[in-house]
């Protein structure tokens, strides 16, 4: 059995992976701002080096996958801890854990969105991103227009693992990223009932060829699949799993 560990494993789509992967037999340690193995708040550069350090000492002899999940789309959320939290919480982790991972040639499974894609402007953010300086980012981050930072947080994402892809796979470890469309969870639930969000919500799934939102456990099963054997050849790959979306509204893309 395997020993992987996830953040977000509080709600929403990490819990039920963490339930699927521990009724499988395998260890798994949950990283969440509450309710988890390992209490962190990822938009902290301390946050996130003592939930790396906090993994080490849990997992000495590696980790089979990691799967960064926490994040947050919006609501009260101001830009920088939006951008904090989903992008330099994720790539701050996987560089820790690196060393975890490629002793056992283990998989990342990284969460963008299908709203990735999505032309909205803010490259600038994009770019700051990649060039891996937090602060300047943040600075950034102010001048970008809200409701905007989470596609953008999420497309850089993508980016950073193609670029890092081969580096990666060197030392052993497959990294692929899912980017799922409306999926039922705390955080997205209330968007529905919103008066204001609830049309955007529904118009959205008006343009899902399968014309209703995800459950957890549908993309928790494609995360699971990409961490195991089954999809060893599956490398640097971006899955939509969004109903048929993307196909539907980007046509003729590759």
């Not at 497959?174 to 409306?182: D, K």
């Not at 490398?235 to 109903?243: A, K, V």
Request: proline letters at 4%; charged letters at 15%.
């Amino acid at each position: 059995m395997g020993r992987y560990a996830i953040t977000g494993g509080a709600s929403g789509i990490g819990a039920a992976l963490l339930s699927s992967l521990v009724d499988a037999g395998h260890s798994v340690i949950n990283i969440d701002i509450r309710d988890a193995d390992l209490i962190a708040d990822l938009t902290t550069e301390e946050g996130r080096q003592g939930a790396i350090t906090g993994v080490l000492e849990l997992a000495p002899d590696g980790l089979d996958g990691f799967v960064p999940l926490a994040g947050i789309a919006g609501g009260a959320a101001t830009g920088r801890v939006i951008t904090a939290l989903n992008y330099f919480g994720t790539v701050r982790l996987i560089e820790g854990l690196r060393g975890a991972l490629a002793k056992n040639s283990g998989a990342i499974v990284i969460l963008s969105s299908n709203s990735a894609p999505m032309e909205v402007g803010g490259e600038a953010l994009v770019s700051s991103l990649l060039a891996d300086k937090e602060s300047a980012a943040l600075e950034v981050a102010d001048t970008i227009a809200e409701g905007t930072h989470y596609m953008l947080t999420k497309r850089a994402l993508v980016f950073w693992m193609q670029r890092n892809c081969m580096d990666y796979s060197r030392a052993g470890i497959r990294m692929n990223a899912v980017a799922p469309g409306p999926v039922l969870t705390p955080m997205t639930e209330p968007l529905f009932k919103s008066e204001e969000y609830a049309p955007i919500m529904q118009g959205l799934l008006d343009a899902t060829p399968i014309n209703r939102a995800a459950q957890p456990e549908e993309v928790s099963s494609v995360i699971e699949f990409l961490l195991s054997s089954n999809a060893s050849y599956v490398n640097g790959s971006l899955l939509f799993l969004d109903g048929g979306y993307d196909a539907n509204t980007r046509q003729n893309h590759i």
